[in-house]
């Protein structure tokens, strides 16, 4: 069975910074690809980085690169978002999703984590 299982969000001054994990079990990460999604009021859920669990590459939304980075611990099963440099409009719930190296779609979502921040 699998779960992912996001933590961290909050509240923050615009300019700080939050980090978000997403603890994941029940996968064969060296197949699969975990992303990072947001979803802000009254508007559609977006795509904001994604990594490769066997390789560590990643990829960025424009909107969050340079800003944003996305991680791996690969001993404990855990994907991070560490956020800096944050702007009242990163304001959404955030999820952590996966799927296998060969799905276009994500299969599976974690419950989301919200992030506000304040200007």
């Known amino acids: 069975q699998v779960q992912l299982v996001e933590s961290g969000g909050g509240l923050v001054q615009a300019g700080g910074s939050l980090r978000l994990s997403c603890a994941a079990s029940?996968?064969?990460?060296?197949?699969?690809?975990m992303g990072w999604f947001r979803q802000a009021p009254g508007k559609q859920r977006e795509f904001v980085a994604r990594?490769?669990?066997?390789?560590?590459?990643?990829y960025y939304a424009d909107s969050v690169k340079g800003r944003f980075a996305i991680s791996r611990d690969n001993a404990k099963n855990t994907m991070y978002l560490q956020m800096n440099t944050l702007k009242p409009e990163d304001t959404a719930v955030y999820y952590c999703?996966?799927?296998?190296?060969?799905?276009?779609?994500?299969?599976?979502w974690g419950q989301g984590a919200q992030v506000t921040v304040s200007s």
């Open positions: 999703a996966g799927r296998e190296m060969w799905r276009n779609e994500y299969k599976y």
């Open positions: 029940g996968l064969t990460f060296n197949s699969y690809i």
């Open positions: 990594i490769s669990w066997s390789t560590g590459s990643t």
